[in-house]
């Protein structure tokens, strides 16, 4: 238990002693670790509290007494000079072990592990604001300053062409694959300032919460981000929630065949439903009424079908004739058929004159009758 809290105490000082050398630097603490740290939680970035104000996110971070991470939230920073920005932190997978590479302050943003901690923190570089000369300009698309008189602001759309996902760590099983590139090196060599009082202050008071530690609060903490440094109470204290970094858009349904024929159809219209055929043993339903009987040999042919099975759009439009009222015009009938067309019915039975069945006998002459009665 000496060896341990003596080794902690000779590391620490050592930090100290070497940290004007490590300025010039990314610093990096060698921390074996047996499991990676926990995923990134999501969270509401809060309103910026004045101009000047840099954002810097949120992480995991080791405690040595407790042996478990613990949540760093993310909070507004204000920049040590004019010019600088902030590099945050990463952690870095080498086999079972994970190595913390510390942020710092320097003009340019360098290298962060290709981990999307989000608010302009895509994975490289910084897309929230820039310094020109001693002015700090803000991107409104990433960052929450609608509550403060910030004029110095533009309106920039970030397009994230990666896969965004909630890994904290680089390189190893299941890292983020991501190598830096010479501007992230060149930017690695130049002058930096190394966190400020109140960043130090503000992680430990994240380390003396036990509610931040990721055992108690299984990767969701209670205070995942603040206003200010240190500042884990009252108004702008922001918890985690439920869900991803990115934003997900569902997936178009496919439509179905009724939601298609009804989104092609202008409006307006009505959209004509199909009739099926009907048989042609019964064509008399669609047809006139019949005339009495004996049935005329041009009646007959009226009463022969008039149409032939065709394509349903020709059959919609038939039945549409059939149906039409009785004050229209009946269409033209096609042209008899000599060989379905049957003998007229008077040539097959005529039947005899009606007056020579019924007619009386006939009166004798005039001439006659008087002759008899003398």
């Known amino acids: ?20 050398a490590l300025s010039m630097a990314q610093v990096s603490v060698n921390i074996s670790v047996g499991i990676p740290p926990p995923e990134l939680p999501v969270y509401e970035q809060p309103p910026i509290p004045d101009y000047g104000y840099i954002w810097t996110p949120g992480y995991w971070a080791w405690s040595g007494d407790d042996e478990d991470y613990y949540w ?29 590479h510390m942020g710092y302050w320097g003009p340019h943003v360098g290298f962060y592990g290709g981990v999307n901690y ?19 300009y803000y991107n409104r698309t990433v960052n929450n300053i609608n509550n403060t008189n910030i004029t110095n602001v533009y309106n920039k759309t970030v397009i994230n062409n990666v896969t965004v996902n909630r890994v904290s760590y680089n390189g190893g099983n299941g890292g983020v694959p991501a190598q830096p590139t010479r501007a992230d090196v060149m930017a690695t060599q130049e002058r930096h300032v190394p966190v400020t ?13 036990p509610v931040q530690r990721a055992s108690q609060n299984q990767g969701h903490p209670p205070i995942a981000a603040t206003p ?42 009505a959209q004509p439903q199909y009739q099926p055929p009907q048989p042609q043993a019964a064509p008399e339903r669609h047809m006139s ?86």
């Open 72 to 100: 760093v939230p993310g909070t507004w920073v204000l920049a040590p000079r004019p010019g600088f920005l902030w590099t945050p932190g990463y952690w870095g997978a080498e086999g079972a072990v994970f190595i913390w």
């Open 197 to 209: 009082s109140m960043q130090r202050q503000h992680e430990q008071t994240a380390r003396s919460n």
């Open 289 to 374: 009424q019949p005339a009495p009987r004996p049935v005329s040999p041009e009646v007959q042919r009226q009463q022969q079908p008039a149409f032939q099975p065709r394509p349903p759009v020709e059959q919609r439009r038939q039945t549409e004739q059939f149906q039409s009222p009785r004050q229209s015009a009946p269409p033209p009938q096609p042209p008899p058929r000599p060989q379905a067309a049957p003998p007229p019915p008077r040539q097959q039975a005529a039947p005899p004159p009606p007056r020579q069945q019924t007619a009386p006998p006939s009166r004798p002459a005039e001439g006659q009758g008087d002759h008899e009665h003398h």
């Open 1 to 20: 238990m000496l060896l341990k809290i003596w080794s902690r105490s000779l590391l620490s000082t050592l930090l100290l002693l070497a940290l004007p």
């Open 118 to 136: 989000g608010y302009g923190y895509m994975g490289r570089g910084y897309e929230g604001g820039y310094w020109e000369g001693d002015r700090l």
């Open 228 to 269: 200010r440094p240190a500042a884990f109470s009252g108004p702008g204290v922001v918890p985690a929630k439920g869900g991803t970094l990115s934003v997900v858009h569902s997936q178009p349904q496919p439509r179905t065949e009724t939601q298609s024929r009804a989104q092609s159809q202008p409006r307006g219209q």
